[in-house]
């Protein structure tokens, strides 16, 4: 069973404009979250990470918004810019688990169009 | 950059032949994971270290054993590898505590088995 979802597979924008990107999660015990970018045959890079004490986190283009009660996260990068396009993939775990494991989703496509 | 390394970077083998990836590291880290990428799926980790000689599973780890013999290397093997099988598999290590921490990736290794 899925723990983490990304129920888009791609998601198109246009340069200059907002990229919404969404993620939902079902295990309670999740408190530590995290968003990948990948470009095609490299690894994953991290891009931005949120504690479920807080619901919002901001690093310069990129922010993240945790709702808890509804079990969803999202990434806004705002302004898009045509490097953007990427897959992105978000990642949760139980941090208080010390084991450093990740539970990822299926992954979103983004392509930001000059 | 972390470093990290993987090796080989694309192998092709035949169904029932053994086969090993070697991750290593520079950083010291204590923690170090393998995952494997599959379409519609997103990553999926399969073992896991805490430390020299300590492992443990993941989500996806039935076919796949590993060893850790000093810091630097975890070695992913394949007793007898099938179609199934046929992947991108990707290392990661995080820091001291395991938890609370992003992870960082390796350049993956595409392996298809025929």
């Known amino acids: 069973d899925q723990q983490v979802k990304q129920n888009s597979p791609s998601l198109s924008v246009q340069e200059g404009r907002i990229s919404i990107l969404n993620c939902d999660y079902t295990?309670?015990?999740?408190?530590?979250f995290l968003w990948y970018k990948k470009y095609p045959a490299e690894g994953p890079t991290f891009l931005i990470s949120?504690?479920?004490?807080?619901d919002k986190n901001e690093d310069g283009r990129f922010t993240v918004f945790l709702n808890k009660s509804a079990k969803h996260l999202s990434l806004h990068i705002v302004p898009s810019q045509p490097g953007d396009s990427a897959v992105y993939f978000c990642?949760?775990?139980?941090?208080?688990?010390?084991?450093?494991?990740?539970?990822f989703g299926q992954g979103t496509t983004l392509q930001v169009k000059p | 950059d972390a470093g990290i390394t993987q090796s080989p970077r694309h192998k092709v083998t035949e169904t029932g032949t053994p086969v090993t990836l070697r991750c290593h590291q520079t950083?010291?880290?204590?923690?170090m994971y393998w995952y494997r990428q599959d379409p519609g799926h997103g990553l999926r980790l399969i073992h896991y270290?805490?430390?020299?000689?300590?492992?443990d599973k993941g989500e996806v780890s039935d076919g796949y054993s590993v060893s850790r013999s000093k810091t630097e290397d975890f070695l992913l093997t394949l007793e007898s590898a099938t179609s199934s099988q046929t992947s991108v598999y990707f290392c990661?290590?995080?820091?001291?505590?395991?938890?609370?921490?992003?992870?960082?990736f390796g350049p993956g290794t595409r392996l298809t088995v025929l």
């Open positions: 950083e010291n880290h204590r923690y």
């Open positions: 270290s805490y430390g020299v000689k300590d492992t």
């Open positions: 990661a290590i995080t820091g001291t505590s395991g938890s609370y921490n992003e992870q960082f």
């Open positions: 990642a949760a775990s139980e941090g208080s688990s010390n084991t450093g494991k990740l539970i």
């Open positions: 949120i504690s479920s004490i807080k």
């Open positions: 295990n309670s015990m999740f408190d530590y």
